[in-house]
């Protein structure tokens, strides 16, 4: 199991702030290492323990919260009451992966946290990234989708390759693979039919058989 991804919320609103924590730590594979109200505290914080994530306001009592993503070089999302495009423009130019406008719902975040963990496994690593690894990380972080370049047998590839010689869930080849479990269902289900996996069963506790796949040899 990989450890969680830290994350540091900057917002001098306390209540916004706890707010923002409590999405964050109900989702799986995040925990907030830290929070603070100011960028001298943020600072204090990165110097610390470089997070791998932070959350940010735009507007803070002793500075530009956009300025700080782009000294600090670490993935952020905004989150701002600021809705003028220019801001916007500013927030993307300085590096930030996302950019939510106040008040917004609490699946808002929740969605963006869940994308970015998909997106930041896709580019894990120092492989070798083909164009159509590109543009998948880059769709999936913006809710785009699977993008047109990918062709089904380039997915089938990667499905593939992310079972290697074990056996895996649709779900965790989704996760392996940066797709939703439906799209890897629906591409092991084909390969399948073709006898190119072998499809296992395996009870749980609750009785229920999850549905295992494994290459054949």
């Not at 990989?2 to 900057?10: E, F, S």
């Not at 992310?162 to 092991?188: F, K, Y």
Request: glycine fraction near 8%.
């Amino acid at each position: 199991m990989t450890d969680p991804l830290r994350v540091l919320i900057l917002d001098d609103d306390f209540r916004v702030g706890q707010l923002h924590q409590g999405i964050v730590d109900d989702h799986p594979g995040f925990t907030v290492s830290q929070t603070a109200r100011s960028l001298a505290e943020a600072r204090d914080s990165i110097r610390a323990s470089r997070p791998d994530l932070l959350l940010a306001d735009v507007f803070l009592p002793d500075g530009d919260g956009i300025a700080l993503v782009r000294e600090s070089g670490i993935d952020a999302i905004l989150i701002s009451a600021a809705d003028d495009a220019p801001t916007v423009r500013r927030a993307l130019r300085s590096g930030a992966v996302g950019y939510l406008v106040k008040p917004f719902e609490r699946r808002a975040l929740s969605g963006l946290l869940d994308r970015y963990s998909r997106y930041r496994n896709l580019l894990a690593g120092d492989r070798v990234m083909r164009q159509e690894d590109v543009d998948r990380a880059l769709a999936i972080l913006y809710g785009a989708g699977e993008p047109v370049s990918l062709s089904r047998s380039a997915t089938e590839q990667l499905v593939l390759a992310a079972l290697g010689d074990g056996e895996a869930s649709a779900a965790e080849i989704g996760e392996r693979v940066g797709i939703s479990r439906a799209t890897a269902q629906r591409h092991l289900a084909a390969l399948a039919a073709r006898t190119v996996v072998e499809v296992r069963l395996r009870y749980g506790a609750t009785g229920r058989p999850e549905h295992r796949y494994a290459a054949r040899s």
